[in-house]
């Protein structure tokens, strides 16, 4: 696919800041994740869980997670909290064994960070293995700030996570995206004050149109044009050139009306 590149004019106009989710929407996570979790299961002599289960237990931090793997193959939910520091243990080491960036990811961050959008993660994920996997995968030079989900008491649909990173990127709720597949990152948004946009290939719980997002991506690639569609006036100006093919990929992104 193309890239997609922005020209802005950085003496008119302050930096931006795009925020963004980690499993479900920069990285596909899943094996990593089921993995340790199976270590855990089988060590507790419970059941293993397939992908397909993981995938519709991620989103609200590992001791979520491990609840609701215990939950789902017979354990006591109630020793999530006992059992989460020996997931953690052995999921650190493999974080970005299988775990890649989904089409577009890398190519697209460059091309925000080069065109001076501040970006940051902020995710309900742990912030240790959080920037393991950033580290592994080669993304971390293009984010500026992490969040995870044990940098604060609270997480993600709490907006307080969003209202850190801003604070680190020095960039006013206005003038931000969230960029997400779960249902907490629309909610985080709202609560912040900062606009949405949701990635339809991620492990939402509902359906992408559901979430209530600004607008919805099919590949992270197209989130250069999604920001245009989105984005508050007078943040920007691109290039007579960039605008026009920008605008032309954004004929495919669904803008909520």
């Given at each position: ?169 020095r960039v006013p709720p206005g003038r931000a995206v969230m960029v997400g597949d779960n249902h907490h990152d629309v909610e985080a948004a709202r609560a912040a004050g900062v606009a949405a946009i949701a990635v339809s290939y991620g492990y ?32 920007a100006r691109l290039s007579a050139a960039s605008a026009s093919a920008a605008w032309t990929s954004a004929r495919t992104v669904?803008?909520?009306?």
């Amino acid at each position: 696919m193309q890239k997609s590149r922005m020209t802005i004019d950085r003496a008119r106009h302050r930096t931006d800041a795009v925020l963004l989710d980690l499993d479900g929407t920069l990285v596909d996570s899943l094996r990593d994740l089921t993995e340790a979790l199976n270590a855990v299961l089988t060590g507790e002599g419970l059941p293993s869980v397939s992908l397909a289960q993981t995938r519709a237990m991620v989103g609200d931090g590992a001791g979520k997670l491990v609840e609701r793997a215990l939950q789902a193959t017979g354990g006591d939910p109630a020793r999530a909290h006992e059992l989460v520091p020996r997931f953690l243990t052995l999921y650190e080491p493999i974080a970005s064994r299988h775990t890649r960036p989904y089409p577009g990811v890398v190519e697209t961050l460059g091309s925000l960070s080069e065109a001076g959008f501040a970006l940051a993660v902020v995710t309900n994920k742990p912030v240790r293995a959080t920037r393991i996997v950033l580290d592994g995968l080669g993304l971390a030079p293009f984010i500026g700030a992490v969040i995870g989900g044990d940098t604060l008491a609270q997480r993600k649909p709490d907006p307080a996570p969003l209202r850190a990173a801003l604070r680190q990127l020095r960039v006013p709720p206005g003038r931000a995206v969230m960029v997400g597949d779960n249902h907490h990152d629309v909610e985080a948004a709202r609560a912040a004050g900062v606009a949405a946009i949701a990635v339809s290939y991620g492990y939402a719980h509902r359906p992408p149109h559901d979430l209530g997002a600004d607008a919805v991506i099919d590949d992270f690639a197209e989130l250069p044009a999604a920001l245009i569609r989105i984005w508050p006036r007078g943040t920007a100006r691109l290039s007579a050139a960039s605008a026009s093919a920008a605008w032309t990929s954004a004929r495919t992104v669904r803008t909520r009306s």
